[in-house]
């Protein structure tokens, strides 16, 4: 059974930097897309960033420049390296996985077949 658990969020100021972590177990396929997504009250479930197996990425518009998203395969760990941060990136952050071999991945919400609960990122101005 795949599990992904999330950690390393918080309170941060406006322009304040953050590092989210997500830690997975239980593929029976090592080739997959990870992503990172997040979800702000009332809001829908948006994108954020995705990577593949042999780490080409993307981001959403809305980060890109801001968040690094990587991964440490030998520890099963995919990262979110968030700096510059601002009021709207609050909301609760979660990793997701796809299985299967994609040359490129995107943070696109109904593709992922597993998900964390969750971290939240609180960006106070």
């Known amino acids: 059974q795949v599990q992904l658990v999330e950690s390393g969020g918080g309170s941060v100021q406006s322009g304040g930097s953050l590092t989210l972590s997500c830690t997975s177990s239980g593929y029976s396929d090592s080739s997959n897309c990870m992503g990172w997504f997040r979800q702000a009250p009332g809001k829908e479930r948006e994108g954020v960033a995705a990577i593949t197996d042999n780490g080409n990425t993307s981001y959403s518009n809305s980060v890109k420049g801001r968040f690094t998203i990587s991964q440490d395969n030998a520890k099963n760990t995919l990262y979110l390296q968030m700096t510059s941060l601002k009021p709207e990136d609050t909301a609760m952050y979660y990793c997701?996985?796809?299985?299967?071999?994609?040359?490129?991945?995107?943070?696109?919400?109904?593709?992922?077949?597993?998900w964390g609960q969750g971290t939240q990122v609180t960006v106070s101005s």
């Open positions: 997701a996985a796809r299985e299967g071999a994609y040359p490129w991945c995107y943070p696109i919400p109904h593709a992922y077949d597993y």
